[in-house]
């Protein structure tokens, strides 16, 4: 190799470990009309994009990014500012500190975790802020994430129960370590890929490429299993939706209920997926994030979940 080729290729890995969690700008979902603004937590000042639909239904959704993005990137790639608009939802999406949070599992690779940031409060004192701000239903508050931003959802759920009606996790699991005490029932929305190679189905210890430790999660059965004893769900149905796109996956939809206090617990299973969003893009080549499933769109799924439960 000449001695050029030995830095670009530094650059060129180091590159592809920072996008591993990221996410990218999609052309077809460019209609981003934000707005930037924050609030100060812990005398830190904590930034978030807010997209404001023309009528407002007094929803709240908390939009979480994956490792290395942002709150645009997450806008992007879920495409949830238009579905928004048509369901009347005020989208929040905020920025991580160094692109990262603190989502409980304790490791010493990214600033938030090894400096114990506090984003649960962040998020909690954003809540407040908005409620007041724009007169919402404190009642009908969701937060969705990916990768990095699902295992931050479910630390809200676990951490401050009571502020959240319902989640949505894509593409993430719950960290081992995560302490989860809490006792109240909250519907949650898991969509994961059995072939997901960035956080694996059966969980374990996730790494990089490069073999950098990155905590252990829970395998996804177990985090399906403690939710549903959480909730106290007794019934049970399953069902594959339609092949639609012969993208070579499949998609086995779980549903779990209480039957009397209506709290659920519904998995997509998606049989040959990836580390990705259903229904948007192939973002990385398959031989490093897996398959992008087009049989559902992920975030319409996650926004009629949405529109099921209130607390």
């Known amino acids: 190799m000449n001695k050029r080729g030995i830095p670009i290729a530094i650059i060129l890995i180091a590159l592809m470990l920072l996008l591993l969690f990221s996410q990218f700008s999609f052309p077809w979902r460019e209609k981003m009309n934000l707005k930037e603004e924050s609030i100060e937590v812990s005398g830190i000042e904590r930034t978030y994009f807010l997209h404001i639909p023309p009528k407002m239904n007094g929803s709240l959704l908390i939009a979480l990014h994956g490792g290395g993005g942002s709150g645009k990137s997450i806008a992007r790639l879920t495409g949830f500012n238009e579905l928004a608009d048509e ?28 400096g114990e940031v506090d984003d649960v409060s962040f998020i909690s004192k954003l809540i407040d802020h908005l409620i007041e701000k724009y007169n919402l239903d404190d009642g009908r508050v969701y937060v969705a994430g ?11 759920a676990c951490e401050i129960p009571e502020r959240i009606a319902a989640i949505a996790c894509v593409s993430g699991s719950m960290p081992k370590s995560l302490n989860c005490p809490g006792k109240s029932p909250i519907s949650v929305l898991i969509i994961h890929g059995l072939q997901d190679p960035i ?9 990089t490429r490069s073999g950098v430790t990155l905590g252990e999660v829970l395998p996804i059965p177990e985090v399906v299993e403690y ?9 049970k149905e399953e069902r594959y939706l339609p092949d639609l796109s012969e993208d070579g996956t499949r998609v086995k939809v779980t549903r779990y209920l209480n039957p009397e206090t209506e709290a659920e617990v519904v ?13 948007g893009s192939q973002y990385l080549p398959e031989r490093i994030i897996g398959r992008t499933c087009m049989d559902f769109d992920a975030s319409e799924a996650i926004l009629n979940f949405f529109e099921r439960h209130h607390k």
Request: aromatic content about 16%; some cysteine; proline content about 4%.
């Open 146 to 156: 990916f990768s990095n931003g699902a295992m931050m959802a479910y630390r809200i």
């Open 199 to 207: 956080v694996p189905w059966k969980g374990g210890e996730l790494t």
């Open 227 to 235: 939710w549903t004893l959480r909730n106290g769900c007794s019934e």
């Open 87 to 114: 369901r009347g939802f005020l989208v929040a999406y905020p920025n991580a500190l160094r692109k990262h949070w603190n989502d409980g599992r304790g490791i010493n690779a990214y600033y938030s975790q090894r």
């Open 267 to 279: 998995l997509y299973a998606i049989e040959g997926g990836g580390h990705t969003w259903p229904g």
